[in-house]
């Protein structure tokens, strides 16, 4: 299987995160004018940036969904940090895997928010046969779509994680004995077997943190890059050395990239309402949009991720499901064939607005 892949031509809605949140994707998916099998009367048809899954309600069905559409042929997906967890889970027996959001796919419950341990969130539990068709998709996804003009990839992709993506997928690295062993997984083993052989005689610690995420394109596609933080930090209980470098900022290459991971949200001038609390979580992570308009594409490139992965806090604090900024987003590409095509945001909350 190839990890970098050609888009659909023509016209095509790409949707940002999901993480579960089956309700926003349906609506947006109606909005959009798509039947339930994913078919549209003007042809168009719909790719998704990955991080299907995770802390929303129904990972189980829009997982369920999403492999329908692509096995149908009117839908591509690439892979996302989440998809890549949870293939490192061996199917759920792997578990000390378990992430923030993923205990569903184990069939267990879960507390999201670290500050109110008893409040358990609403999930969809997986069952073993569930596991087994989801470990099967995410095993099939590409890191990469593209054509002449856009660049679909989840989190980012640079030269040097293009060109060793590109040595992979032409058998140049890697060898093995069939295509059907080429995979995420084995890409992302056979990458960090290489890493750790670099690092092996360099006692830094940040040379080795840094070597070990953006060293290995498959990392580098899913979550991006890192850099060094200005001092340390704890995240999830780990002293955290490095942090997300925001590569959008100098990115001035050929393609438009349209990427997904880092959050946005809607303002409160459209409407939307100011969150009474914010998740400890969130709390002491930059912002990385905070000088940027909502609406604004970033150089050469676009994030559609705004944020909806958050409304289970929203819904635990009673807030309005989209009142908060979060929501689900779409990137309308209108155009014939492979040129580059008139654009237009679409949320699930109702919003429609023409990126400048």
């Given at each position: 299987m190839k990890l970098i892949q050609p888009l659909f031509s023509g016209s095509i809605d790409v949707i940002g995160d999901i993480h579960g949140e089956l309700a926003a994707l349906n609506r947006l998916i109606d909005q959009l004018g798509y039947t339930d099998e994913g078919e549209h009367p003007e042809g168009r048809r719909l790719v998704f940036i990955g991080d299907l899954v995770d802390r929303g309600p129904n990972?189980?069905?829009?997982?369920?969904?999403?492999q329908k559409l692509i096995q149908n042929g009117v839908a591509q997906c690439v892979a996302g940090n989440h998809e890549f967890n949870i293939l490192r889970t061996n199917k759920g027996q792997q578990t000390s895997q378990m992430r923030h959001g993923n205990h569903w796919y184990f069939g267990s419950?879960?507390?999201?928010?670290?500050d109110n341990p008893n409040y358990i969130h609403p999930q969809v539990q997986a069952t073993i046969q569930?596991?087994?068709?989801?470990?099967e998709l995410f095993l099939s996804l590409p890191l990469i779509l593209e054509d002449e003009n856009y660049r679909i990839v989840h989190a980012c992709c640079n030269d040097e994680s293009y060109q060793m993506l590109h040595d992979y997928d032409q058998f140049k690295v890697a060898p093995t004995e069939n295509e059907s062993e080429r995979h995420i997984l084995h890409a992302y083993h056979y990458f960090a077997q290489d890493v750790s052989q670099r690092i092996a005689h360099i006692k830094d610690k940040m040379t080795q943190a840094l070597t070990r995420q953006n060293g290995n394109p498959v990392k580098l596609c899913t979550s991006g890059?890192?850099?060094?933080?200005?001092?340390?930090?704890?995240?999830?209980?780990?002293?955290?050395?490095?942090?997300r470098h925001h590569w959008w900022k100098s990115y001035n290459g050929q393609h438009q990239i349209i990427f997904g991971h880092y959050w946005?949200?809607?303002?409160?001038?459209?409407g939307i309402g100011v969150e009474r609390f914010t998740p400890r979580r969130e709390q002491t992570a930059p912002d990385p949009f905070k000088e940027t308009p909502y609406d604004k594409w970033l150089g050469r490139s676009m994030c559609i991720d705004y944020s909806v992965g958050g409304r289970y806090f929203d819904r635990q604090q009673r807030i309005e499901e989209g009142h908060s900024g979060k929501s689900?987003?779409?990137?309308r590409i209108t155009r014939a064939k492979h040129e580059l095509g008139q654009h237009e945001l679409w949320f699930d909350t109702g919003q429609r607005l023409t990126p400048n």
């Open positions: 990972s189980v069905g829009v997982v369920s969904w999403v419950k879960e507390a999201l928010d670290e569930d596991r087994a068709q989801i470990h890059p890192e850099e060094p933080a200005q001092q340390p930090y704890y995240m999830k209980g780990k002293e955290r050395i490095t942090k946005r949200k809607l303002p409160a001038s459209l689900l987003c779409a990137l």
